[in-house]
């Protein structure tokens, strides 16, 4: 790969998240995250009513928080110098709870379900000085649907937007096997992940359909799952992972593999183990321990337990994330 841009700062926005604190803020040094309500809109009381209330100005609307749903949208906003890339990591499998967060976050100017996030950000879009399409960054080998194999037979998930179905809500797909960078180096969008440990074998029973007639086939690896990953100045790699059914290590490894010698300095998103048995959650951790990144963020599908065992072997390098909440990261002055 072509080195990446070097960044001053990370902006994460958490759109949709299984996990929702309000409250919670960061409490590693490095990760900016004030928590305690600070992310919530805030809504200006009129003349009556600020008097009514001994002269307060603002009102905290609870209603304005977020609402958490299963599945992960980060938007994510690198700076390098003046220049400045915001991208959408996912939007979720419900367009509804996006368009409603977005909404509640007063994003809805800035910038789910795939097809209402699409709509969404290109009717921003036209508001400003960059009108063009968004541009979606797609894997070619999508199957028509995903499922899993039950005592009751197979279960299918929903289908996923067909490409043609996304460039009908106004996108414009580029699809990619390989690994390559976007958005002027800031970003990095990997090819699929190599399988290097023997205890990330993937989904357990899961089946895609590519074609009616030739029925459901196993699909426990998923190798069609990318990763995105940032290079911030002075700190190292920031990996962004959805769910991780590539094993969480083995994207932290690949990562750290095609960085060209730039340390792992950060692992957000869903790292797949809310299932998993104690002792995968262990080695998990002890593995990721290995590439010592210095701040871990799980979110969505990570489960409580590797949060406990990574803040056990690697004390106070944990920041859940939830959904709502802005976190920031800064480069090495």
Request: aromatic fraction near 6%.
């Amino acid at each position: 790969m072509n080195p990446l841009t070097q960044l001053d700062s990370l902006e994460i926005r958490v759109l949709i998240n299984d996990q929702l604190d309000n409250i919670a803020p960061s409490w590693h040094p490095e990760v900016h995250a004030p928590g305690r309500f600070a992310h919530i809109r805030l809504a200006e009381l009129d003349e009556t009513a600020a008097k009514a209330r001994g002269d307060a100005q603002l009102e905290l609307r609870l209603p304005n928080s977020c609402c958490g749903a299963h599945g992960l949208s980060l938007m994510i906003t690198a700076t390098a110098g003046d220049v400045q890339h915001t991208l959408l990591f996912d939007a979720g499998p419900e367009g509804e709870i996006w368009e409603k967060n977005v909404e509640r976050l007063g994003l809805v100017n800035e910038i789910g379900g795939l097809q209402r996030a699409i709509e969404m950000i290109n009717k921003a879009k036209s508001k400003s000085t960059s009108p063009t399409n968004v541009t979606m960054d797609l894997h070619p080998n999508r199957p028509f649907y995903r499922g899993m194999v039950t005592p009751a037979g197979p279960i299918s998930l929903e289908a996923d937007p067909t490409f043609t179905e996304l460039e009908a809500a106004g996108a414009t797909v580029t699809k990619n096997a390989q690994g390559h960078n976007i958005l002027d180096d800031m970003f990095f969008v990997s090819g699929q992940i190599p399988r290097t440990t023997l205890y990330e074998t993937g989904i357990s029973g899961g089946i895609r359909l590519d074609d009616s007639d030739a029925g459901w086939q196993a699909d426990p690896l998923i190798l069609d799952e990318r990763f995105v990953m940032c290079n911030l100045r002075g700190k190292g790699l920031v990996v962004f992972t959805g769910c991780s059914h590539a094993g969480v290590v083995n994207v932290s490894r690949h990562a750290v593999e095609v960085g060209g010698g730039v340390p792992l300095y950060a692992v957000a998103g869903g790292f797949h183990l809310s299932d998993a048995q104690l002792d995968k959650v262990q080695e998990t951790t002890n593995d990721l321990a290995k590439l010592d990144p210095k701040v871990l963020m799980p979110g969505h599908c990570s489960g409580w337990r590797v949060q406990v065992e990574a803040e056990r072997i690697m004390p106070g390098r944990v920041v859940p994330i939830y959904a709502g909440q802005k976190y920031g990261l800064s480069a090495l002055l």
